[in-house]
């Protein structure tokens, strides 16, 4: 794109100051920052206008399958589930694109060593939860691995140089997620170099989408799937593509499940599934107000008790009907690198201003139905999300421990 282009593009979304340094980069950095700003979707901009205004629709509880229920019937699910999985129908996404800002690790999460008196990487935790159901089903499962920009060298490299932690590597696929340029509070977009804009990955929603532009959907329709387990890279005892799950699912005629665990406390900081408009959607817990906290459904249980883990089942015919529909962009405040007055990079300590993500509660949304299904979550649920305290390095080895993992 020509320079004259792409000033007018700056000029109608006010952007002007990305070529502020423009006169004194070489050739090839002139081209690069000007088919950067070509390529850039400065729409999502929008989104700014927009911010904290609530568009809920009406909340009301959905049912979900609790530990008793399941219990009594998991023979009769894993049986359904392990066929479906034998059959080549199931695959799982890791979804691995995220920043991981929290931890502070330059890696990406992943490659975080959890071990203390051994090496055990967040991956190789992972991989070994997932080859407990290679080895029930006796078959691979088809693993897609989702990256960015920002980490996919490193992933890719890092699985390469330690084997697949045993996995088959032709059961593996990688793919990178569609990238946002990130604002300051005042909706400038950030430059983390002199020709290059800061972007950041455009959350954990859009990685249907991104398999679809990498001809990964075709794939994994050639291999046979029909249902897609797609978990976080952060909860190092999840299980992944479990057959009990995936057979309640299919058992119950659903089109999605979501595992959940039951909340420690009314207010604390994780979505509950619930109905919405009658759809299945995720309630965020700064949107759960006092009167949904302490609802009661028709047992007299609290209403919205059951907190989601980012471990969903989608079928994958229903992702190809919700593929092309725009999912809402939030605007979620972080720490964004960027370049000060005299071009150094600052890596800031607090958030400086704002990303764009879309988030997988609103592809719930879009689902005919979803199944809740409860479990243990001292046995299911370790999130790494911060180095100390609250779903940390800590806490997610203290759990390791009770479950008998060596660390
Ligand atoms: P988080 O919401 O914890 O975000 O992601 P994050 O970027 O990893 O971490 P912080 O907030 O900066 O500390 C939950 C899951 O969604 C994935 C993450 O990799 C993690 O598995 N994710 C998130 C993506 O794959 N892409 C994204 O754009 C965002």
Redesign the pocket.
């Known amino acids: 794109m020509e320079l004259s282009t792409v000033k007018e593009k700056l000029e109608k979304y006010g952007q002007q100051h990305l070529l502020k340094y423009y006169d004194e980069l070489s050739d090839d950095s002139k081209t690069k920052l000007l088919n950067e700003i070509a390529d850039t979707d400065f729409d999502v901009l929008n989104a700014l206008n927009h911010k904290g205004e609530s568009k809920r629709g009406v909340i009301s509880p959905i049912g979900s399958m609790e530990i008793d229920e399941i219990n009594e019937k998991s023979d009769a699910f894993r049986t359904v589930g392990l066929e479906a999985i034998k059959r080549g129908e199931v695959a799982a996404v890791l979804?691995?694109?995220?920043?991981?800002?929290?931890?502070g690790s330059d890696d990406p999460?992943g490659m975080y060593n959890i071990g203390i008196t051994k090496p055990v990487y967040i991956f190789q935790r992972l991989i070994e939860n997932l080859m407990d159901v290679v080895n029930e089903a006796s078959c691979y499962i088809p693993l897609f691995v989702?990256t960015?920009d920002k980490n996919n060298e490193a992933t890719v490299s890092f699985m390469k140089e330690h084997d697949y932690f045993g996995y088959n590597k032709d059961y593996i696929f990688f793919f990178k997620?569609e990238m946002a340029p990130a604002t300051d509070y005042e909706g400038h977009v950030l430059l983390e170099a002199k020709d290059k804009l800061s972007t950041?990955?455009?959350?954990?929603a859009g990685?249907y989408s991104s398999m679809v532009k990498n001809g990964l959907d075709k794939k994994a329709k050639e291999l046979g799937v029909k249902w897609i387990n797609i978990f976080?890279?952060?909860n190092v005892l999840q299980r992944i593509a479990d057959p009990v799950f995936v057979g309640a699912v299919i058992d119950g005629g659903f089109v999605s499940g979501a595992k959940v665990v039951r909340k420690v406390a009314k207010d604390e900081k994780v979505g509950a599934m619930c109905l919405e408009d009658g759809k299945p959607s995720i309630v965020e817990y700064y949107d759960m107000t006092e009167e949904l906290m302490d609802a009661k459904n028709e047992k007299g249980d609290p209403a919205y008790n059951f907190g989601v883990i980012?471990n969903y089942l989608f079928s994958i015919d229903e992702l190809d009907e919700i593929v092309r529909k725009k999912l809402e962009l939030h605007v979620v405040e972080?720490k964004i690198p960027y370049i000060d007055e005299n071009g150094n990079l600052v890596k800031p300590s607090e958030p400086n201003g704002y990303k764009f993500?879309q988030l997988v509660l609103d592809m719930i949304h879009e689902m005919k139905n979803c199944l809740p299904f409860e479990v243990v979550r001292e046995k299911e649920f370790a999130p790494i999300?911060n180095k100390e305290g609250v779903d940390s390095v800590e806490s997610a080895r203290e759990l390791c421990k009770k479950n008998g993992i060596e660390l």
Do not use: I
């Open positions: 979804l691995a694109g995220g920043m991981g800002t929290r931890l999460k989702m960015s997620q950041s990955p455009n959350g954990n990685w976080a890279v952060d980012l972080k993500e999300k």
